[in-house]
């Protein structure tokens, strides 16, 4: 019956193929505007070129219904990640594909078993249905508008090149940058963005990305730290959670009158610390600040002359078992320089298959593999890296946890530049807070049941500024004093407490000290009782300035928030 449906159709087979592949494009993310407009539907139009070109190479239709096998079989997939996360096939997807091991599959398959996986089985069928549909209705293009269609493709495929070439400025490849696989052109970034092509794209990015992480290890593979770790202050699990643009102000751990960290607050334990500011306000140059004291690319851009691995190194070397737990990308030009860090672990878990751009998935999603890594009895040194507050506020926690209202909604385009959703946007981003305190919270619960000797800091890579009170803001930015100054914290388990107690007060003498995010190095350093012999480590001990990185210098923090406090480094 259905082949015979299919025979009556059978002049609608090929719009129907167009229309099929045509489809997930429908579902990308539809900015507002006239420019959001023409993005939305150029999605759609290099969709339907690139299939009406497919049927116009392979002429007969079967057979391009047949090949198109290549690329409907995650047509469901991608129509499912556009949906539920607002993100294509990325090249952060397939890093996180290289991470999963068969557990984690087998896990995934029993979860979306109804969700996914039977509709995909459907789907492929159906698929399948339809090429054997074509093959028996015999259609072949003949006419000589096929050869049109592949002139006429090529043709403007090489306008379309030249015109986004001309439009790009230069210093998309004259700037050095030790981790800058050449940035996307707009060219490329169109089809990057367009089912199907969009996984070629991916998966070719993933790879370089990964390429150039083995070769940039391979220049510290004999790197060994003179190091060594006391038989009297010897943890058994060190973690270092780092947040993602969280700024202090908006914690209430931090007198912030709103009360977004009801959790925190309630931990006696807790250590906050009220005066820390970050080195950069990018991700990409402020996590590797904080975990390595010769990073492969300094926050300036510099390569350092003699670089060498991070914390995560060091703590392996001293016989912890490591591991990197992170609900960001694993490939990216924002993302790979955090990647190399985070290869140098023993395990690298990325449940998250979208970019920092999409929804993707929410913070707790970290909370399973945490525990699982906390089983046995081997040391353990934990890295885990949130999507905490970063852009778009609203993606960043569930319905649960909007209580400050009204908020952006769910599935709202808000461009950072418009105004008029400021009282949302602000609203939202102190939900985030609130969820941030929730996931902190569940972390720190999850170690304390453990019964062991732990000790924990968190902080965050930078602020955020948000259509900052009193500053001539064009929206959401990045370059008040409120994106560098950062929420901290050191916590310590009871058993940590009981046996080190002159340790905890050395963490209580560093709430009002002035430090800076590459402080979180040497304190965990102390705090596990390591020895590091060729260099000092006390790092803000003497310290006459806190420099930061700011328009494009390195300036004085504390004296440039007094000069400027909207724009650190204004020239």
Same mark, same amino acid.
């Given at each position: 019956?259905?082949?015979?449906?299919?025979?009556?159709?059978?002049?609608?087979?090929?719009?129907?193929?167009?229309?099929?592949?045509?489809?997930?494009?429908?579902?990308?993310?539809?900015?507002?505007?006239?420019?959001?407009?023409?993005?939305?539907?150029?999605?759609?139009? *290099?969709?339907?070129?690139?299939?009406?070109?497919?049927?116009?190479?392979?002429?007969?239709?079967?057979?391009?219904?047949?090949?198109?096998?290549?690329?409907?079989?995650?047509?469901?997939? #991608?129509?499912?990640?556009?949906?539920?996360?607002?993100?294509?096939?990325?090249?952060?997807?397939?890093?996180?594909?290289?991470?999963?091991?068969?557990?984690?599959?087998?896990?995934?398959? !029993?979860?979306?078993?109804?969700?996914?996986?039977?509709?995909?089985?459907?789907?492929?069928?159906?698929?399948?249905?339809?090429?054997?549909?074509?093959?028996?209705?015999? @259609?072949?293009?003949?006419?000589?508008?096929?050869?049109?269609?592949?002139?006429?493709?090529?043709?403007?495929?090489?306008?379309?090149?030249?015109?986004?070439?001309?439009?790009?400025?230069?210093?998309?490849?004259?700037?050095?940058?030790?981790?800058?696989?050449?940035? $996307?052109?707009?060219?490329?970034?169109?089809?990057?963005?367009?089912?199907?092509?969009?996984?070629?794209?991916?998966?070719?990015?993933? *790879?370089?990305?990964?390429?150039?992480?083995?070769?940039?290890?391979?220049?510290?593979?004999?790197?060994?730290?003179?190091?060594?770790?006391?038989?009297?202050?010897?943890?058994?699990?060190?973690?270092?959670?780092?947040? #993602?643009? =969280?700024?202090?102000?908006?914690? =209430?751990?931090?007198?912030?009158?709103?009360? !977004?960290?009801?959790?925190?607050?309630?931990?006696?334990?807790?250590?906050?610390?009220?005066?820390?500011? !970050?080195?950069? !306000?990018?991700?990409?140059?402020?996590?590797? #600040?904080?975990?390595?004291?010769?990073?492969?690319?300094?926050?300036?851009? $510099?390569?350092?002359?003699?670089?060498?691995?991070?914390?995560?190194?060091?703590?392996?070397?001293?016989?912890?078992?490591?591991?990197?737990?992170?609900?960001?990308?694993?490939?990216?030009?924002?993302?790979?320089?955090?990647?190399? *860090?985070?290869?140098?672990?023993?395990?690298?878990?990325?449940?998250?298959?979208?970019?920092?751009?999409?929804?993707?998935?929410?913070?707790?999603?970290?909370?399973?593999?945490?525990?699982?890594?906390?089983?046995?009895?081997?040391?353990?040194?934990?890295?885990?890296?949130?999507?905490?507050?970063?852009?778009?506020?609203?993606?960043?926690?569930?319905?649960?946890?909007?209580?400050?209202?009204?908020?952006?909604?769910?599935?709202?385009?808000?461009?950072?530049?418009?105004?008029?959703?400021?009282?949302?946007?602000?609203?939202?981003?102190?939900? =985030?807070?609130?969820? $941030?305190?929730?996931?902190? =919270?569940?972390?720190?619960?999850?170690?304390?049941?453990?019964?062991?000797?732990?000790?924990?800091?968190?902080?965050?890579?930078?602020?955020?500024?948000?259509?900052?009170?009193?500053?001539?803001?064009?929206? @959401? $930015?990045?370059?008040?004093?409120?994106?560098?100054? @950062?929420?901290?914290?050191?916590?310590?388990?009871?058993? *940590?407490?009981?046996?080190?107690?002159?340790?905890?007060?050395?963490?209580?003498?560093?709430?009002?000290?002035?430090?800076?995010?590459?402080?979180?190095?040497?304190?965990?350093?102390?705090?596990?009782?390591?020895?590091?012999?060729?260099?000092?480590?006390?790092?803000?001990?003497?310290?006459?300035?806190?420099?930061?990185?700011?328009?494009?210098?390195?300036?004085?923090?504390?004296?440039?928030?007094?000069?400027?406090?909207?724009? @650190?480094?204004?020239?």
């Amino acid at each position: 019956m259905f082949f015979f449906a299919m025979k009556k159709l059978s002049s609608a087979l090929p719009i129907l193929f167009v229309a099929l592949g045509a489809l997930p494009n429908a579902f990308r993310i539809h900015l507002p505007g006239d420019l959001g407009d023409l993005q939305y539907i150029e999605g759609i139009a *290099y969709c339907i070129a690139f299939m009406l070109l497919w049927l116009a190479i392979f002429k007969k239709l079967w057979v391009a219904y047949t090949l198109g096998m290549i690329f409907f079989s995650w047509w469901l997939l #991608e129509i499912y990640l556009r949906v539920e996360f607002r993100s294509g096939l990325s090249s952060g997807f397939f890093g996180m594909l290289r991470e999963t091991n068969p557990q984690e599959i087998t896990s995934f398959l !029993t979860t979306y078993a109804l969700t996914l996986v039977l509709p995909w089985l459907v789907s492929m069928a159906a698929f399948t249905g339809l090429a054997v549909a074509s093959y028996k209705s015999g @259609i072949v293009w003949m006419h000589r508008s096929r050869y049109w269609v592949i002139i006429s493709f090529l043709m403007m495929g090489a306008l379309l090149h030249i015109s986004f070439e001309l439009q790009e400025s230069d210093d998309l490849v004259a700037a050095p940058d030790a981790f800058r696989v050449r940035p $996307t052109s707009f060219w490329v970034s169109k089809w990057g963005d367009t089912y199907p092509t969009n996984a070629i794209f991916a998966m070719r990015r993933n *790879y370089q990305d990964q390429q150039l992480i083995k070769n940039l290890k391979s220049s510290m593979a004999d790197h060994a730290f003179q190091v060594e770790q006391s038989q009297n202050l010897n943890p058994d699990i060190v973690v270092l959670i780092i947040g #993602e643009s =969280s700024r202090r102000d908006r914690w =209430s751990l931090f007198g912030y009158d709103r009360n !977004t960290t009801p959790l925190l607050r309630k931990r006696r334990e807790l250590i906050p610390m009220r005066n820390m500011v !970050t080195v950069s !306000t990018a991700t990409r140059s402020s996590v590797p #600040e904080m975990i390595s004291r010769h990073p492969i690319q300094r926050a300036d851009g $510099t390569r350092s002359e003699d670089p060498e691995p991070s914390l995560v190194a060091l703590f392996s070397q001293l016989g912890y078992k490591t591991y990197w737990i992170s609900n960001q990308s694993t490939s990216g030009f924002f993302d790979t320089p955090i990647s190399f *860090y985070a290869s140098e672990a023993d395990q690298q878990t990325f449940p998250n298959p979208a970019d920092f751009a999409s929804r993707g998935s929410l913070d707790e999603v970290l909370l399973k593999p945490l525990n699982v890594s906390l089983k046995g009895n081997e040391k353990k040194f934990i890295v885990i890296h949130t999507m905490g507050s970063h852009f778009n506020y609203s993606y960043r926690y569930p319905a649960g946890f909007e209580i400050f209202q009204p908020a952006l909604r769910p599935d709202e385009i808000f461009l950072p530049s418009d105004p008029s959703k400021k009282n949302e946007a602000n609203n939202s981003y102190d939900n =985030s807070v609130l969820y $941030t305190d929730y996931v902190l =919270s569940k972390i720190l619960d999850s170690l304390e049941q453990q019964d062991k000797k732990a000790v924990a800091m968190y902080l965050s890579d930078h602020g955020e500024d948000i259509f900052e009170p009193g500053c001539v803001s064009m929206g @959401i $930015t990045r370059v008040s004093q409120k994106s560098y100054e @950062i929420p901290a914290f050191l916590w310590a388990s009871h058993a *940590y407490r009981q046996e080190w107690p002159a340790e905890v007060d050395y963490m209580r003498s560093l709430v009002e000290k002035p430090l800076l995010n590459q402080d979180a190095y040497p304190l965990l350093l102390r705090l596990s009782g390591v020895t590091l012999f060729d260099a000092n480590f006390q790092l803000f001990s003497g310290r006459a300035e806190r420099k930061v990185y700011a328009q494009g210098a390195w300036v004085d923090f504390d004296k440039e928030k007094t000069r400027d406090a909207c724009v @650190i480094g204004r020239r």
